[in-house]
């Protein structure tokens, strides 16, 4: 019986992506950092696959962007995680118009500057509540002050994305983002994340202690159609969609090297009992499917991209075109995740106890796909979309909460 080919055949990045995926499991059983492996691809520019060439990236599309997201997640959920809050402010700056300080930072990632994220807080209910602020001290300077979580990727990057509220007209609190070094002094990175899955996406909390903040990279939460809010949440798609990947592989992988089987089994070989091949064929349907309406989604969001960047566009039909990828980028998540979580819990079916041990580590495509998938239950979007269908009642409207730095504590 011979082995499939790499899945990572064909990559430019194969011999990372494989590395990544046979150092895996160890680092999984001895929960090691893969900063190592981030390092790699930083330095190999999987973080420039977006980048304009004339800025020095790739120039890729959003579909093929997504392709890579596939790969890298197959080869670790966790590596692929990490970059979330990285290629997310890349298209933010994509969707400007060219100015000097957009291309100097385009230039600056085509160079391997990796970005984390910053933007959620423990203090309040929702996103909308901000206690980090962005003042001015007595010199003119602006400090940013405050304790985030969930900051995921931060511990890798060599610049972090930060919410923050700062003083505004008639004593409002004006929405900010802020970029800052993730060296600069008062910025503090704790590796303090306790989730069941996901464990070494560093996804534990960043304090800012005055940290002195450049007037330049410091910019309004605008209002307006955006497909920020989207493609965070297509982001996490593909993470699921990679780990169905993973979960299929190694199923096989694992029925190919086992010899033991039970004693009612239908084959004298676990990979020549047709009950253990139909799991294999389940997981492999599965993961084909969360691919499938991973690109889907990734294709609406490139079509409304073109819209939203045309000047010739019609203002109502921005709007609408966002709409409609959101809710593509929905219809991925009630699709792929639960079929993820569900393939990486039948996986157990092939090898019994066997397969619950602990140096397999086959638990952790279960672990990891039912801690992204909490990130956004899907239960919200299953509404949304349902709304969306009868009345046409915009998702991103949802996210106009965020334009509000509202204080928890008022």
Same mark, same amino acid.
């Given at each position: ?8 055949? &064909? ?6 992506? !494989?590395? #990544? ?28 696959? *977006? ?5 020095? /990236? ?37 969707? *400007? ?22 933007? $959620? ?14 003042? +001015? ?66 996804? /534990? ?51 190919? /090297?086992?010899?033991?089987?039970? #004693? ?10 047709? !009950?253990? +091949? +139909?799991?294999? &064929?389940?997981? $492999? ?17 490139? %079509? ?26 929905? %219809?991925? !998540? ?16 092939? &090898? ?32 949304? #979309?349902? !709304? ?5 009642? $915009? ?8 334009? #509000? ?6």
């Amino acid at each position: 019986m011979s082995a499939p080919p790499s899945p990572f055949a &064909g990559s430019p990045f194969a011999d990372i992506l !494989q590395r #990544i995926a046979d150092g895996a499991v160890e680092r999984e059983r001895e929960r090691t950092l893969p900063t190592a492996e981030l390092d790699e691809l930083r330095r190999a520019g999987f973080g420039a696959l *977006r980048v304009p060439p004339e800025l020095g /990236g790739a120039g890729l599309s959003l579909p093929e962007l997504a392709e890579h997201l596939l790969a890298l997640a197959d080869a670790d959920s966790n590596v692929a995680h990490a970059l979330r809050g990285h290629f997310a402010q890349v298209e933010v700056f994509l969707a *400007r118009p060219a100015s000097a300080h957009r291309d100097a930072w385009l230039r600056r990632i085509a160079d391997g500057a990796i970005i984390g994220n910053a933007a $959620s807080e423990t203090a309040g209910a929702t996103l909308a509540d901000l206690t980090t602020t962005l003042e +001015q001290d007595d010199d003119g300077r602006w400090l940013l002050t405050g304790r985030k979580f969930y900051t995921t990727g931060t511990l890798y990057a060599t610049h972090v994305l930060a919410s923050a509220a700062r003083p505004g007209e008639g004593g409002d609190r004006e929405r900010v983002t802020v970029l800052v070094p993730t060296d600069a002094p008062g910025v503090e990175i704790v590796d303090d994340w306790d989730g069941i899955g996901q464990r070494l996406t560093a996804s /534990g909390t960043t304090v800012f202690h005055g940290v002195e903040v450049d007037p330049a990279d410091v910019t309004p939460y605008a209002g307006g159609p955006s497909l920020g809010p989207a493609f965070f949440q297509f982001f996490l798609v593909a993470v699921v969609a990679g780990i169905g990947r993973a979960t299929a592989r190694e199923a096989a992988a694992y029925l190919r /090297g086992r010899r033991r089987t039970f #004693i009612t089994a239908g084959a004298d070989l676990p990979a020549d009992d047709p !009950q253990l +091949q +139909q799991i294999v &064929g389940d997981l $492999s349907g599965a993961a084909f499917a969360a691919s499938a309406v991973t690109l889907a989604a990734a294709a609406a969001l490139d %079509r409304a991209r073109a819209v939203l960047l045309d000047p010739a566009s019609d203002p109502e039909q921005r709007g609408d075109v966002v709409d409609a990828a959101e809710i593509a980028v929905y %219809r991925a !998540q009630v699709e792929a995740m639960p079929r993820v979580i569900a393939a990486a819990s039948e996986l157990f079916e092939l &090898g019994g106890a066997t397969a619950a041990s602990r140096p397999a580590a086959l638990d952790r495509h279960w672990r990891n796909a039912r801690t992204v998938a909490s990130h956004n239950p899907i239960v919200y979007k299953r509404r949304q #979309i349902g !709304q969306w269908e009868l009345d046409r009642t $915009s998702p991103n409207a949802e996210w106009r909460k965020l334009w #509000i730095a509202r204080d928890p504590a008022a």
